[in-house]
């Protein structure tokens, strides 16, 4: 992340971490691990620079559009451009300890960061019920306990 004037990468970071993923509210863009660089230049023109989760993923817009509306509002900033990178490719090691907590919590979706995956309601183990969940990024288990239907995010 770099800067050439005034205007602070610190405000602009704050300001993206307010952004929430449309279909996790309350858990930030940033915490997803979507954010990969903001650039001001000398005209306070803002960069942001982020990676999708999968390059159809169909709230690309929504976030883009939520970022512009919140760096706009950051005092010195006079352009926002907002771009998807075709790389570094997004995993799942980029999600935050404490987005993985609050998608376990909040919205029973575990994070497969192997093959084993843990329900996120009672730590048991999951079977995959289909590769497929409501997106490319996510698939469907079941708990062999407690017997949720557990959505997984996955690379």
Request: aromatic share 4%.
């Amino acid at each position: 992340m770099t800067s050439n004037n005034s205007t602070s990468i610190q405000d602009i970071h704050t300001a993206i971490n307010t952004v929430n993923d449309p279909e996790y509210p309350g858990i930030s863009i940033v915490d997803l691990g979507l954010l990969e660089n903001i650039e001001i230049n000398t005209a306070d023109e803002v960069l942001v620079e982020l990676i999708p989760t999968f390059s159809g993923c169909p709230a690309l817009g929504v976030i883009a559009q939520d970022i512009e509306e919140v760096v706009r509002g950051v005092p010195g900033v006079k352009k926002v451009d907002v771009q998807w990178l075709n790389t570094p490719v997004w995993t799942v090691d980029r999600i935050t300890a404490k987005a993985k907590e609050d998608l376990a919590e909040n919205f029973t979706v575990a994070v497969q960061i192997n093959e084993r995956v843990e329900c996120p309601r009672c730590k048991s183990m999951t079977d995959k019920k289909s590769h497929f969940g409501p997106s490319r990024c996510r698939s469907i288990h079941l708990c062999r306990n407690c017997r949720e239907v557990i959505e997984v995010l996955r690379d």
